[in-house]
Every structure is written in C-alpha cells, then in structure tokens.
C-alpha cells in the first residue's frame, strides 16, 4: 500500500485535486487575463465611440463652416444698424434704448423727439434729440454708453447749461441736449 486512497475514495481524491488545479489555474492565469482583456476591451470601445463622433464632426465641418460665415454676416450687419421695418420704428427703439441709458443712471428725461431722417449712401441716418439733467458723472457714463453701444450709435449737437445754482462747483447739476443718431439699411 502506498498511501494514497484506493477506489471511490481515489477517484473522488483525484477529482478534488483536479478541480483545485483547474481553479488555482482560473485565478492565476486566466482570469487575470480576462480581467485585462475586458479591460482594454472598453478602453478600445471608447476609442472607436470618439473616432465615430470625429467623423461625424469632420463629415459636419463644411455645413457648420457654412453656417458660420452666415452668422457673422447677420451679426455684424445686427449689431450695427438699427432695426426696424421704417423710419419711425428705428426711432422709437433708438428713443427707447436712449431713454433706458439714462433712466438706468438715475435721471429722468425731460423732453425727446425725433429727428428727420437723412439718407447717406445705402443707408439711413435714423436720429433721436434727448434732453435730461444731472451731474457730469452722469452724461460721462450715458456718452460711454453710447460710445459702447450695439447697434453702432453717434453723438451731435450737445448742449450743456448749469441747471440753477450749484453749491457743488466739481460736479454742478447740469441741463443736458443731445442728438443720438444710429444707421439702419434702406
């Protein structure tokens, strides 16, 4: 007798054994394998999903392109010119858009009326006469307004008065007259 188990018992040993290889053989070697297989398995699956939304920018490239250059037309000719289907539409929002400079500063406007319109080239000179009062801070900042302002906006004809007697010789209350003018297509 050697020793080891004879019969069913044998078998039973032998298949223990077996099934223990086969296990420590599936967690030593193969499953790690799996675990790197599926693994790069995603990363590759992900690769190829960003390869796929590259094409379809590249295939979408010369629309967008496209759109773009129409985009900046429309934006530059928007943010330029006054808007509005005549004269005295373009004037009303040029009054309104003025009016809210003001206001917005604190003032009030005292009287606004609307200038003749003028044509120059393909263009029409749409005009507001603004008048307010307040202080020199306050016509800095509505000329800087203006200054900044989209559509495109100029100044003319400003008039300034010392608005009573002023106690305050640095900033003295003032009466200020104003032509805003902005462009709009023909």
Known sequence: MTGA???????????FILALVAASFYFAVLSPVLAFYGGNAEALEQKRELVRRYENAADDLPRL???????????????????????????????????????????KITSAATLPPETEGDFRRVGVRIAFSGDLTL??????????????????????????DSDDDENPNLAVALDVFGYRAK
Not at 146 to 164: F, Q, S
């Open 5 to 15: 188990p004879e019969g069913n018992a044998g078998k039973a040993a032998a298949l």
């Open 65 to 107: 392109r496209k759109l773009a250059t129409e985009r900046r037309g429309e934006a530059r000719e928007e943010n330029l010119l006054l808007t509005g289907g005549s004269d005295a539409v373009a004037a009303a929002s040029l009054q309104s858009s003025v009016k809210d400079m003001v206001e917005g500063e604190g003032a």
């Open 139 to 164: 016509l800095t900042t509505v000329l800087q307004g203006i200054a900044l302002a989209r559509p495109v906006l100029a100044v003319d004809n400003l008039e300034l008065h010392v608005a009573g």
